[in-house]
């Protein structure tokens, strides 16, 4: 049961123009929302968190947005640039349990 | 740099074999984290440990074993390894459970099995 979906294996987008990467859950219980970034060969980083009370989080160049009533994040980017090329996962977690549950995934290339 | 410390980064051994990868979380953090990821998949959650003690399991072999020392340092044991076992393991470290869900990797460490 894949509680976080990120239904896009990958994206590319060029340089300068807006990312949008997007995330859909299962579950209603979710508290918090979190995108990480993966370099190869390195661990996930932290990127950007959103509470289940707010709708939006701005921190810079990336902001999230969060659906509750069509339980759906985005992540945006603007504008994406080259440092930008990673995979992004999308995770939430529940204070029911604090298991942070992972999407597969969303390899973002940024083309020149 | 996350301030948590995998060793070894790179580990080549034998179906059958078994082996110990070590995590120092970053200093005052007492839960810790083991990650598998075999080729360009997503995360998987294997087990937490806080505070010397286990929180939470995840999709771990029983061949595979976990444990958290007094001074915080984690180590995880894979014994009769196969092929499918060849991935990246990290461990994450975070302040108390982790209730917001930040966690601070390691760079991993590369299991290959031969």
């Known amino acids: 049961d894949q509680q976080v979906k990120q239904n896009s294996p990958s994206l590319s987008v060029q340089e300068g123009r807006i990312s949008i990467l997007n995330c859909d859950y299962t579950?209603?219980?979710?508290?918090?929302f979190l995108w990480y970034k993966k370099y190869p060969a390195e661990g996930p980083t932290f990127l950007i968190s959103i509470s289940s009370i707010k709708d939006k989080n701005e921190d810079g160049r990336f902001t999230v947005f969060l659906n509750k009533s069509a339980k759906h994040l985005s992540l945006h980017i603007v504008p994406s640039q080259p440092g930008d090329s990673a995979v992004y996962f999308c995770?939430?977690?529940?204070?029911?349990?604090?298991?942070?549950?992972w999407g597969a995934g969303t390899k973002l290339i940024i083309k020149p | 740099d996350s301030g948590v410390t995998q060793t070894p980064k790179h580990l080549i051994t034998a179906t059958g074999q078994r082996v110990t990868l070590r995590c120092s979380p970053r200093?005052?953090?007492?839960?810790v984290y083991w990650y598998q990821q075999s080729l360009d998949q997503g995360l998987q959650f294997l087990i937490q440990y806080y505070n010397g003690e286990e929180r939470a399991k995840g999709n771990i072999l029983e061949r595979f074993s976990a444990q958290q020392f007094p001074d915080l340092h984690s180590e995880l044991n894979l014994s009769s390894l196969e092929l499918g076992d060849s991935a990246l393991y990290f461990c994450?470290?975070?302040?108390?459970?982790?209730?917001?869900?930040?966690?601070?990797f390691g760079e991993g460490s590369r299991l290959t099995v031969l």
């Open positions: 579950n209603s219980m979710f508290d918090y």
């Open positions: 994450a470290s975070s302040v108390g459970l982790g209730d917001t869900g930040e966690l601070f």
């Open positions: 200093s005052g953090d007492l839960s």
């Open positions: 995770a939430a977690i529940s204070h029911s349990n604090y298991q942070l549950i």
